[in-house]
């Protein structure tokens, strides 16, 4: 959901309250599994994933979620698991942090909304420490006849769900990102709405390049 969208934030919840609790924490769980030091949690909504940082010391805990009805349900979250997060008003495409100061990022159906998703996988890659995670849940486009219903359904999806894409290949885009490497990836079940998991490492930028960086001026 780029932008506000009181009445799916209002809703967002409720809708999910069945396979939150059902399907979605061994998921949710897989996301958090192991993880210590800095972490961002990528739009993160109403705090759907806090309860599963809280109880982790280990973890220095950040957030971004540029809807403000998403973003103050997720405070009061926060607030009543005694979570200490600090959540920015920002969008993925521009991240309001400096370059290599995360140990991880963490996305749970984020990509399916970011307006420019290839954006925001630039910054998760800029803001990741080198040998860094990025771990997602995020649904995608179906194959065949379901996929092209998908296609047929889109639009309205999108103006119904709060901006959400109903078809899109992002796990194609993961796959593919050479500024990564591919630790882990499923295509869980769901023939009608499938869902991917997984975890990509950050690859260290070579040397040269940083040089460039460092040292081209910018016009
Ligand atoms: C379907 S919700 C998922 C929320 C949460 N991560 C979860 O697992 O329940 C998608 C979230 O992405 C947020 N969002 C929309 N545009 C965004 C952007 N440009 N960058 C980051 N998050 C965005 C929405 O406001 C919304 O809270």
Avoid at 114 to 126: C, G, H, K, M, T
Avoid at 185 to 197: A, E, K, N, V
Wanted: with cysteine; aromatic share 8%.
């Amino acid at each position: 959901m780029s932008g506000a969208h009181p009445i799916v934030s209002r809703l967002y919840d409720p809708v999910m309250a069945i396979p939150e609790r059902t399907m979605l924490p061994e998921h949710r769980e897989y996301l958090v599994a192991d993880l210590s030091g800095r972490v961002l949690d990528l739009g993160a909504g109403t705090g759907a994933m806090f309860p599963y940082f809280a109880g982790h010391p280990e973890i220095e805990l950040h957030a971004i979620e540029p809807d403000p009805g998403m973003r103050r349900q997720a405070e009061s979250k926060a607030h009543s698991l005694g979570l200490p997060v600090e959540i920015s008003d920002a969008g993925g495409e521009s991240l309001p942090y400096e370059d290599d100061s995360f140990d991880a990022v963490v996305a749970s159906y984020v990509f399916c909304t970011i307006p420019d998703p290839a954006a925001a996988l630039s910054e998760v890659a800029r803001v990741l420490k080198p040998g860094g995670e990025f771990r997602f849940l995020e649904h995608v486009r179906a194959d065949g006849v379901v996929g092209e219903l998908h296609d047929l359904l889109a639009p309205a999806w999108h103006t119904v769900a709060g901006g959400c894409h109903l078809n899109r290949e992002t796990g194609t885009m993961f796959r593919t990102d050479e500024r990564f490497e591919l630790v882990d990836y499923s295509q869980l079940s769901g023939r009608t709405m499938p869902m991917i998991r997984g975890t990509l490492e950050r690859r260290p930028e070579s040397q040269l390049y940083r040089w460039i960086l460092d040292w081209v001026p910018v016009w």
